[in-house]
């Protein structure tokens, strides 16, 4: 096989391939549907205009009818005013008629039975179409009906197109929550810590821990002055040891609560028939 016929055969297939995906059943079914139609109305309008032809000749073939009593009343009356050679005349006319007649009679039988074989086949066609169309609904309900079951268990098992973008947009949203909840307390963390100093804050992390310091004092000072008023005894060293330990202890429960957030013979005729006029005028 050539360059150019693998190439050919290659784009023809690839152009199937992508009708078969983007074709209809019941569009495709629909316009087979009309099509049939258009053509059994063609087939109307050919046998309408076949018996507008077939009248027209019966119309013509009428006058010619009058002509031939016409001539043969003209002959008559020629014969009887002793005028043979118009009544020759006329018979001759008569005669042409006849034949003209005959000729009328042999188209007017070929079109009645054209007109009938189109009448028939009208009616088979006719039939086939109604036949085609009850089928047609059927196959579009059949189609309508697995398509939405098809989409029903799509929907179910998740296995559709469309299930799987949702399925794929949540694992991301969460992907990115879970990520966002980690920056948060990351920076909770390190807020807490000192290691990142707030921008709204003018004090730096010695300063901040001072002030702790500072505050603790105060609260063991006025718990001393309570003890003191209730009669008992102030342990100041073992007060600086325990709030060395409250302070480390504090940081890291806030440090944990932080990370916890992340998800054709006339002549003999017409002289035998002027004999028999010549005859009856005798008589």
């Known amino acids: 096989m050539g360059i150019l016929s693998r190439t050919s055969y290659v784009i023809r297939s690839k152009i199937n391939a992508l009708l078969n995906r983007t074709e209809d059943p019941s569009e495709t079914l629909d316009y087979s549907y009309e099509q049939m139609r258009d053509e059994l109305q063609e087939v109307k309008e050919g046998i309408a205009d076949l018996t507008t032809q077939k009248k027209r000749l019966e119309m013509q073939k009428r006058r010619l009818e009058e002509n031939v009593d016409k001539h043969n009343e003209q002959a008559r009356t020629a014969v009887e005013q002793d005028r043979e050679d118009l009544a020759r005349q006329a018979l001759e006319k008569k005669k042409q008629k006849m034949n003209q007649i005959e000729d009328l009679e042999g188209q007017i039988a070929d079109l009645q039975q054209t007109q009938d074989s189109l009448v028939e086949k009208k009616n088979k066609l006719q039939n086939r179409i109604e036949e085609f169309r009850t089928k047609k609904e059927s196959m579009k309900a059949r189609y309508e009906a697995a398509e939405a079951s098809a989409r029903v268990s799509e929907a179910v098992t998740g296995a559709g197109d469309e299930m799987e973008n949702v399925s794929q947009a949540i694992d991301r949203a969460e992907e990115r929550t879970q990520d ?37 004092n105060e609260v063991e000072a006025e718990l001393d002055t309570l003890r003191s008023e209730m009669g008992k005894e102030s342990k100041n060293e073992s007060n600086d040891t325990k709030t060395e330990t409250e302070t480390e202890t504090d940081t890291d429960v806030a440090s944990n609560s932080s990370s916890s957030n992340s998800s054709s013979n006339s002549n003999s005729e017409i002289e035998s028939e002027l004999e028999e006029l010549q005859d009856d005028k005798s008589k």
Request: charged share 40%; no cysteine; proline share 0%.
């Open 180 to 216: 966002m909840e980690a920056r948060s307390a990351a920076l909770d963390e390190l807020e807490d810590t000192g290691a990142l100093e707030s921008s709204l804050s003018d004090k730096d992390s010695l300063e901040r821990e001072l002030d702790e310091i500072s505050a603790n």
